[in-house]
């Protein structure tokens, strides 16, 4: 199995991005790219958690 994980990392991030912007009405020029690598660990904390719960 080849191991692709900065380009499915860089697919969650265009997700998360997106996601961001229609669901959290979130506008694009208020993310911070500065704080970028640690709203992504939050977000990926939050969707785990997410999935442990339906997964219970």
């Known amino acids: 199995m080849s191991d692709n994980k900065p380009e499915k990392e860089m697919e969650l991030k265009k997700f998360y991005l ?8 979130m506008p694009q020029s208020q ?3 500065a704080k970028e ?7 990926a904390q939050y969707f785990s958690q997410m999935i442990d719960d339906w997964q219970s």
Do not use: R, S
């Open 18 to 25: 997106k996601w961001l912007v229609e669901h959290a009405k």
């Open 37 to 43: 690598e640690e709203t992504f660990d939050t977000l």
């Open 31 to 33: 993310i911070d790219p």
